[in-house]
Structure formats: C-alpha cells, structure tokens
C-alpha cells in the first residue's frame, strides 16, 4: 500500500486579511482592560490599564504597525466613555495615557494622530500639571522629528503663555521652533514666536538680536514679513 500523505500549505501572514487583524487587536486591548480590574454591578469607572510592550502588540497584531497605531488611537480616544459612566480626562492617569500615545507613535513614527491628540486634547484639560506633562510629551516628541512635529509645538506655546501663563516654558519652546535647521516650508509667524515672547518680557536687546539675526538669516523669504520685520528692527533701534 502507498503511504498516503497530507500536505499542509502555510500563507504568508500579509495574506490575512485586515478585519481579522482588527478584531485580534480589538479582542487582544478587551483582555488586558477586563483580567486588570474586576467589574462592578453598579457602574465605575475603570482605570486605564498599563500598556503591553511594543514587541507585544506587534507580535499579537501581526505587525501591521500603522494599522495597528491608529486602532490604539481610536481606543484610547473612546476610554473615557464607559458603560454607564463618562469619566473626565484629567481622572484619567496621564502616565499611562502617555505610555499609550508613545506606543502609537513608535508604531507609526510618521502619524500626527498621537501629537494632535496630546496638545489639542489632554493638554486642554483644566490642570496645569497635566497640562504640563502632556506639553512636555509633545516637546520630546517634537526634538526627534521637528520638520514634521512643529506644528503641535507651536500650539505649546501659545499653552504655555495663555494658558498656564508660563512666560519662559513658553519661551523654552519658541526657541526649539526657531533653531530648527531646515525651514523653507514653515510659516514664518512660527520663527518669530520667540521673538514676540521676548518682547512681552521687555528683553530688548534680545528681541534687536534676534530680528536681526531672523532677517540676515534668509530664513524669511515673504516680502511683507521682511518689511514688517525691518520696521521692528528700526523701531528698537529708537528705544534705548
């Protein structure tokens, strides 16, 4: 008799198709939040459990990291409305809630989702030392990336002046946003932020520095920015 034997195809896991991968990571996020805390007959509000490992979630979902960042995103985002109950951002752990928005962007370095999510929403809350870890997130953040990063801190320091009236954490930032090496495709308002805060803290003669230093630098290219720009300039001059 002839041996009769059974072959088994394997597929590439790229071949999955993605809705499997959805609910795998849906289910996966589901465990952690359910074995973490138990679940009360009256509603409660559940804390936001600690994050698993890069390595982790990669493994569980396949690598599909951009997938798989913005299924984190939209989770973390719908957390704070839970069975019965609705809980404020500034209740929830902003240690983990960070964790949560440095996993999304490890997995997806090139999403602005997890930046505009920290300044535009966590940062708003009503509590300054919140405000301040998420602002401090996002300048982390911003440092290994600032071409594609500036934008959320820029809204820092218009937070960190207007909102937690912090004149030199304000500051701190507008000089990171002026020292960015390449900036043919930023908006000069954005260049000139430290030079305006400089002004409000009546520091002069860095102010005459700095325009000065902004319009040889050739980094201003708008003619009505230049001409707006000089007349400052001339107008320090005045002032002694």
Request: no cysteine.
């Amino acid at each position: 008799m002839k041996a009769l034997f059974l072959t088994r195809v394997s597929r590439p896991v790229s071949e999955v198709p993605r809705w499997i991968v959805w609910l795998l990571f849906i289910g996966f996020i589901s465990q952690i939040t359910f074995h973490a805390y138990r679940l009360n007959v009256e509603p409660s509000a559940t804390p936001l459990p600690h994050p698993p490992s890069v390595s982790a979630i990669k493994i569980f979902g396949m690598n599909e990291n951009v997938l798989l960042s913005r299924l984190i995103m939209l989770w973390l985002q719908s957390f704070d409305n839970q069975p019965g109950i609705s809980i404020p951002f500034k209740q929830l752990s902003y240690d983990r809630v960070q964790l949560w928005l440095d996993r999304a962007i490890t997995l997806d370095e090139k999403s602005q989702y997890p930046l505009l999510a920290a300044s535009r929403i966590y940062a708003e809350v009503s509590d300054p030392a919140r405000q301040r870890q998420m602002l401090e997130f996002v300048y982390e953040q911003f440092l290994q990336d600032p071409q594609r990063r500036w934008p959320w801190l820029a809204h820092g320091v218009i937070l960190a002046k207007h909102r937690l009236g912090d004149t030199p954490l304000a500051l701190k930032y507008a000089h990171a946003l002026a020292d960015i090496p390449d900036t043919s495709h930023i908006p000069a308002w954005v260049l000139q932020m430290e030079i305006f805060i400089l002004e409000d803290m009546n520091e002069l003669d860095a102010v005459r520095v700095l325009t000065g230093g902004l319009l040889s630098s050739g980094k201003i290219t708008d003619q009505h920015e230049l001409q707006f720009l000089e007349k400052k300039l001339q107008k320090l001059s005045q002032v002694e």
